[in-house]
């Protein structure tokens, strides 16, 4: 299966056209650390993190894990864990995937920048829930929790998610 994202902020997977939010600095194909954009091209749906105090596991056949207060995720480039899944406290800076907001309520990691990351390419790029403004991300993919649950149910090792640009304009 292919979870096709359109950079004006539409989601599809066979399931019909449905609205996600993108990162604040667009869509680019050359996805930096800190540049707010969400990377283009074709990534795989590497497995499902969720918050179990929150809610249940999601039904999916990807691979499924909770997490847990000290789990994080490294994003410094300088760091041997950079775009890693970390134990916190951590030395390096770090997202914490335990987060007051229900945005890694439910999460899926996507393969961008992990076989093997490379240093300022672009860490912790998932696809989240939406915040309640559909405000933009730092760089992930962000759909409603229903959405989110719709696509965890049809969702198998080997689906990808395929970011596209925005159309070039004629000129």
């Known amino acids: 299966m292919e979870v096709v994202v359109s950079a004006e902020g539409w989601v599809d997977w066979g399931a019909g056209r449905r609205r996600c939010a993108l990162g604040k600095g667009g869509v680019r194909a050359d996805k930096r650390e800190g540049d707010g954009a969400?990377?283009?091209?074709?990534?795989p749906l590497r497995r499902a993190l969720y918050r179990p105090d929150r809610g249940p596991?999601?039904?999916t056949s990807l691979p499924c894990a909770a997490i847990a207060p000290e789990d994080g995720w490294c994003d410094d480039p300088a760091d041997p864990a950079y775009n890693r899944p970390v134990r916190l406290p951590h030395p390096?800076?770090?997202?914490?995937m335990w987060r007051d907001d229900?945005?890694?309520d439910l999460v899926i990691v996507i393969g961008h920048n992990d076989g093997p990351p490379v240093a300022g390419l672009g860490s912790a790029v998932f696809i989240h829930?939406?915040?309640p403004d559909w405000?933009?991300?730092e760089g992930c993919v962000a759909l409603s929790r229903a959405d989110m649950l719709d696509l965890l149910a049809a969702a198998a090792p080997g689906d990808?998610?395929?970011v596209r640009g925005p159309a070039a304009v004629p000129g």
């Open 135 to 137: 405000g933009p991300t």
């Open 129 to 131: 829930l939406a915040r």
């Open 160 to 162: 990808t998610l395929v």
């Open 92 to 96: 390096a800076r770090h997202e914490r």
């Open 38 to 43: 969400t990377p283009a091209g074709r990534l």
């Open 102 to 104: 229900a945005l890694y």
């Open 57 to 59: 596991a999601p039904a």
